[in-house]
């Protein structure tokens, strides 16, 4: 991991959330819930894609996990999808798409650690 | 600030989703999801209520840019405000959305002063045209009913008095006045023992081709139809649109009434049927204007002109005009006349000199008939 990588999970994000929300705890634990339920299924959906040496069907998966993500202030996995999604609108299914999928596996595990920190910390 | 409204949010994250529906709400609209723009676009046509759309671009089944399409196509949906919600850097697509017909746009994340303005701003824009189509669909539905009730009205009533009702000083012409009038009586003999012999089709056939000869000859001297009943035909001239030679357009008219119903008699006299035609033309002054009840009006005349016209008639034999004293003061000599003596008429205690028209030359009043009969 390099020093310029974006952090696992900004916290900054989801106090900002939380703040623009009406200070509505629940209301952010129901959508890290949504988040943490959905993400999973984002990520099988690039796995295959990438299984099946299909670039078309990579883009939109990663798509949707690059913006939630970021919403979610997951800021690494978002940044790794955003390279995932750029990979697959350029048609080019290289070798070192396979270590990003990789990368974007290992930092969506930190992800559901540190989420499940917060959500603890939150608790009501 | 509260907005009032119906949204609809169409995102296939269900994290963006949930997250702007939970902004709008609490911008005081209510919410629906849809998860990609074929559920949105079902939504929007099974019937209408959303007053904008928030639209992201990327998603399975129907993506934002077919979506967009396939709104501004469908003549019921085009009106939609819609914004289209995009990441940062998704600015081409933007532009391609705007081209195609979206309202603005929304940059994730979603910043929510910048949303409460665009909301408001797209649903002042649907209210201002929801408000133009109310509004054209009431003018448009006033004229339908406006036109229908013309329709109708110059169905029922001459064309003269249609124009009338729907005329400005129509309202204090059809509550009464008094004018004096021409009034011609038309009916056939022989008619009653027609109508006892004939079948229903054949006195059916009948009575159509003698009103559509009678409606011409009526039409053509732009005489007022009062009414129709069997073989009875009313008609008066000089109101409700004054004529200034009205005892004239009487006279011709009958008898251009009278030379084609000779052509008619002919064709059922072949068919074993004697029938012939008499008028009585009476002028005087009438009160004229609204008669009936309420839902059944008649625009009608009242007078002893109209019972002298209705007498004159009834003793005129098959080809008979008739005409009553004053009348032949104000012809002046222009029609060729036969008397035929006194008659005693039902229900008037004197007997009164009458005169049978023959003809009328035709050269002087030409411009008066049309079609030069």
């Known amino acids: ?124 | 600030m509260s907005a009032q409204g119906r949204a609809l949010v169409v995102d296939d994250s269900n994290v963006n989703r949930r997250l702007l529906v939970r902004r709008l709400e609490s911008l005081g609209l209510t919410v629906e999801e849809a998860e990609n723009g074929r559920l949105a676009l079902d939504r929007l046509e099974s019937g209408n209520g959303i007053d904008v759309v928030l639209l992201d671009v990327m998603m399975p089944e129907l993506d934002g840019y077919e979506t967009l399409a396939a709104m501004k196509a469908d003549e019921r949906l085009r009106h939609i405000p819609v914004l289209i919600v995009s990441g940062v850097e998704e600015q081409d697509s933007v532009v391609r959305c705007i081209e195609l017909g979206a309202t603005d746009y929304l940059t994730k994340p979603i910043n929510p002063s910048i949303l409460a303005a665009r909301i408001n701003a797209s649903l002042a824009a649907k209210r201002l045209h929801d408000l133009e189509q109310e509004s054209y669909e009431r003018q448009a539905a006033l004229n339908r009913t406006i036109q229908r009730q013309k329709e109708e009205l110059s169905r029922f009533l001459s064309p003269q008095v249609a124009a009338l009702v729907s005329s400005n000083e129509g309202e204090q012409l059809l509550a009464g006045h008094r004018r004096e009038i021409t009034v011609a009586f038309c009916d056939l003999r022989g008619f009653t023992s027609f109508a006892e012999k004939a079948d229903p089709e054949e006195l059916m056939t009948l009575l159509n081709e003698y009103h559509r000869m009678m409606g011409e000859a009526i039409m053509a001297h732009e005489g007022t139809l009062e009414h129709f009943a069997g073989d009875g035909v009313m008609v008066f001239f000089n109101d409700p649109l004054p004529q200034d030679n009205h005892v004239e357009r009487a006279v011709r008219m009958a008898l251009q009434m009278r030379d084609r119903f000779a052509e008619l008699a002919d064709e059922w006299r072949h068919r074993g049927y004697e029938l012939g035609f008499g008028v009585g033309i009476a002028v005087g002054y009438a009160t004229l204007g609204r008669i009936g009840f309420e839902g059944r009006h008649d625009y009608g005349a009242i007078g002893n002109v109209t019972i002298l016209a209705s007498r004159l008639s009834s003793q005129a034999r098959a080809g008979q005009i008739l005409l009553a004293h004053r009348v032949i003061a104000l012809l002046d000599g222009r029609a060729e006349l036969e008397s035929v003596g006194q008659l005693t008429l039902k229900g008037l205690s004197q007997p009164v000199d009458a005169w049978n028209v023959l003809a009328m030359p035709a050269a002087e009043v030409a411009e008066l008939v049309p079609d030069g009969a």
Do not use: C, N
């Open chain 1, 1 to 124: 991991m390099q020093p310029a990588d974006p952090p696992i999970l900004d916290q900054a994000v989801l106090a900002e959330l939380l703040a623009s929300t009406g200070d509505d705890p629940e209301f952010v634990r129901e959508l890290l819930e949504t988040y943490l339920a959905e993400t999973p299924q984002q990520l099988d959906a690039i796995s295959a894609a990438i299984a099946a040496d299909d670039a078309a069907t990579l883009v939109r998966p990663a798509h949707t996990l690059k913006s939630s993500s970021a919403t979610m202030g997951a800021m690494r996995l978002s940044a790794l999808a955003r390279e995932l999604e750029m990979a697959g609108r350029s048609g080019a299914l290289e070798a070192g798409l396979r270590r990003l999928a990789e990368d974007a596996a290992t930092a969506w595990l930190g992800t559901a650690d540190a989420l499940h920190a917060w959500l603890s910390e939150h608790a009501a």
